[in-house]
């Protein structure tokens, strides 16, 4: 199973991501640089730039969901793109590695090697359903085709040829049921640092076997998963043990990182082991979807989550961890909060090194994560699974001036349930708290940006292909009719979507994906100019909490259109088939 | 409607023609790609256009359900409701009509037929369809017409042809009272079965109608054998009218149809066996499920234009993601409607540089190979002067001959 097909390449010019962080607090809103910078085969170099916070988009299969090549490419909101390699291992050796080429992974996947950092896991962070147990040196994996089993050497193996910007170590998460003695816990530490140590052996760059620093590269920047689970000290002992250091075989073996986290680029963890009590083994795409709510167990656990919340105006009952940050559940009072486990994982390390979270379920929890512990990273499922129910996001922050916030007004809700029949005949774009494109007389200003997504702002395609010497005639004909036309179009209304999810449209998924990555990424630049507006950093703090105290009070946590889109979908996917309009129009009113 | 014939071939009846309508310029011969519910499935209106698309077609039938004509009038038609600014083709739905409903029974009146809400019994008459293609606003409308299996025999296929003929003349009425022949195009559908008498009749009858319809659709005859009847059809329309044969999406056929004179087709196939995992190329079709594509890194074809094969994207990366992914059925799907695009366009080029018959030996050659060619394209080839077999030594196929990549021991 170690085998690649393709050679070991040599000669590899390893990327190289920085950060770089406007001082602060080592728990507090911040706002940074990640950059990475690329040595192209001729030798001259460009980097790539994000600010932080920002958001990564994990792919399906290797692919951003629902959006084609041309779309990614896009869509100005994407710049990182997380892709788990557990679905390559239906095939052995695993398809990616016949990639030749310089940067194997973008190439294989079609991503911009000038515009995006493309980084490698091998499990999907939001895939928290139950597995057999990892062993000593091998981590299970779920493709379509069952379990699969990936040694260190094999993930070695697997991250060297890929040569992703970034990698993320492995590590040993238990995916059994909840909770865990300390013995398995210890292990899940050691395990996890000494696959992380393996990871960041140096690789022979030539084909000179000896040992120098010219001719051994250090891996390609390493991030890892934050071990410990839900136990504060065994957090807190991970991060220790990744700080303290080594000696002897175990310091020659990263020579010449001093301690394991000398060679850490950034830190990553993960909410949905955290959240769910995994169910029983399936495969399938039921994975990662179905969870019970958990009784009796001694961790903090999620919930609900999007896949079975109640329908709202039930017992009001915590999402995520958003109305309980800093206390822990009433019935599980010995519970470390969320708050406390980050803290724990991060009070011991150094400060200026990128922060990941993936499987962040709303915008409040992302806003509180930034305020009370600084991530630098979120991950962009949620919006995805969002637009896979029909979702078209619409919030802002900061909010304006102009929304109505307070005790006396209601929620606004986070975005809009376009299943609804409300939108049937709704010829406005997907979001009020944006412009579409620019064919409005309204200029756009900080208080009502513009969304530039593909649903709300599309452009007419410049250079259509030419099929024929006659199509000439076609395209210019139509352009030169007389009409001073603007680059962009009306944009897609919500009726045209309505309509495009009732008849089970693919492209539906489509326009919602693109649009809710840009209202997403919206959401995070307004972050960013909050809190870099003020050089003081208890100003900055100070204000950028009151910011979200006003996100708070104007847009509803419960989240409840997702619960009933939800439901929609699950009715129009039920009634599909013959007969499905008549099955339809006995369920909805108004028709 | 603006319709010139700008080059004709010296060979075969193939000819190329600028076709302007509201919406901008078509360039014929065309493929136009089905847009059933107001949208190329998985493709948003700016991505079709990018690939050179002109033309597409909506399903009167569909939309009429949903979103039904309300919405589609405070949309303001079926143009502004999907975003698709160039031109649009609607079919009458009448032949959805017979083909998804629970009965359906055609009297002189109209089409009967239960309701698929409710399964109420609902009149479809030329003067409502009509009136819904006028709502959708199409750049080019069919009439209603009565529309047999071209397997049917007996008196039904005659009554049928001449009713086809009176219910032209209502939708001819009901669009001259409309005010909106300026803006849409009434296409006449030549009826008659397989029955070359039929077809004279029905031909005599809606060509004496020329000056109040725009164009002909060849209707009731898709499929290969009937090749001899499209000739038949193509050779009595008048040249100065578009030409269009519905329902045709195989590339051999949509070439051997250009070959009789026809200028327009229609199909679901390229599309729907994109979302099945089928590339076309000019070398026969590409089942990217199949084993043996699992480690290619080649991409479908590196000549082609489309998005897809431009950036590179490899057969193995599709093996992986086509039937899986939305993202595999789009990039597939763009293909498809490129290749479909590029067959044609081809076609124009040829026609316009006089060496027609020369690209329908190319691509004969290319697409089937040694497998051999379609007997049916063949013999309709030959009624136009080109002889497919000439110098070439490769079997007859009976039947429709179409090429398939079945599995992987293939």
Known sequence: MTQSAAAKPLGIHVPKLTFSLDQGPQFGPRVGRLCLTRWSDSLSRYAIDIPTPNFLVGTSRGAVPHLSRDHVLSANAISWINVPFESFLEHTPPVPTYQTGPQPLHNFLGFDSSKHIVSLSLRDPLDAGEMPPNGNAHVSASCMRGVRKVTIADWRSYVLTMQPDVAFALSDTPFTAAPHSQKRITKSIERSAAWLADLLRPFRNTTDDTFSESNHTHPLNVFVHMAGGASTSARKSFSHHITEILHGAEADAVKPFRCLDEGVAGYAFDLATLRMKPVPFSTGDDRGRSIEIAENSTILQELESLAEIPTPNTTHTPTSFSSSMNEPLPSISLAPTLDELLRASLNPLPIAKPRLITDVRSPHEILRLIRDIGIDVFDAGWVVKAADIGVALDFIFPVPSTHDVGPDHCNRDIGHNLYDSKYASDFTGLTDAFLAGPGHDKTPSSVSPICSCIACSPVIPSYPIRHSKADVKSHQAHSDDGVGREPFLPAFTRAYLHHLLHTHEMSAHTFLVAHNLAVLDALLTGVRTIISAHVDHNEATAVFAQEVTRFEEAYDEAMSVLHSARDNWEDVKRARGKGRLARESGKTEGK | ?410
């Open chain 2, 1 to 410: 409607m603006q319709f010139e014939v700008i080059a004709k071939c010296r060979t075969t009846r193939a000819r190329v023609c600028r076709m302007e309508l509201a919406h901008g310029i078509t360039m014929l011969p065309t493929f136009m790609p089905v847009a059933t519910q107001a949208a190329i499935k998985g493709l948003t209106p700016q991505q079709v256009e990018s690939l050179g698309i002109t033309l597409i077609l909506n399903n009167t039938y569909h939309l009429n359900l949903r979103p039904g004509i309300k919405v589609l009038d405070e949309a303001g038609g079926a143009h502004k409701f999907q975003g698709w600014n160039r031109n649009i083709l609607t079919d009458s739905g009448g032949f959805q009509l017979v083909s998804l409903s629970k009965f359906a029974n055609i009297t002189e009146e109209g089409a009967l037929f239960a309701s698929p809400f409710n399964g109420q019994p609902t009149m479809l008459t030329p003067e409502e369809s009509l009136s819904i293609q006028h709502s959708i606003g199409a750049d080019i409308i069919m009439q209603l017409d009565d529309v047999v299996s071209s397997l049917t025999v007996g008196p039904r296929v005659s009554e049928a042809m001449h009713r086809s003929v009176r219910w032209l003349d209502r939708c001819i009425e009901q669009h001259e009272k409309s005010g909106r022949k300026d803006r849409q195009n009434l296409f006449a559908i030549v009826q008659g079965g397989l029955d070359p008498t039929l077809r004279d009749q029905c031909l005599d009858a809606m060509i004496a109608r020329k000056d109040r319809v725009a164009g002909y659709a060849i209707g009731g005859l898709s499929g290969g054998e009937e090749k001899g009847n499209i000739k038949q059809c193509a050779d009595r329309l008048p040249s100065d009218r578009p030409r269009y044969s519905m329902g045709v999406g195989f590339a051999e056929d949509l070439l051997v149809c250009v070959a009789l004179g026809v200028d327009m087709a229609d199909c679901v196939f390229p599309t729907r066996t994109a979302r099945f995992g089928v590339a076309l190329t000019f070398k026969g079709p590409l089942n990217l499920k199949l084993g043996k594509h699992t480690t290619s890194m080649e991409p479908i074809d590196k000549d082609c234009p489309c998005p897809t094969c431009a950036s590179g994207m490899s057969r193995a990366m599709l093996h992986h993601v086509v039937t899986i992914e939305t993202a595999g059925a789009h990039a597939v799907t763009i293909h498809n409607l490129v290749f479909q695009a590029q067959v044609m366009g081809g076609a124009r080029d040829a026609i316009l540089e006089g060496r027609f018959p020369e690209y329908l030996r190319a691509f004969f050659r290319d697409y089937f190979g040694d497998a051999g060619y379609p007997e049916w394209c063949v013999n309709a080839l030959r009624s136009v002067d080109v002889d497919l077999m000439e110098g070439v030594n490769v079997p007859l196929i009976r039947g429709s001959g179409a090429k398939w990549e079945y599995s992987d021991a293939a």
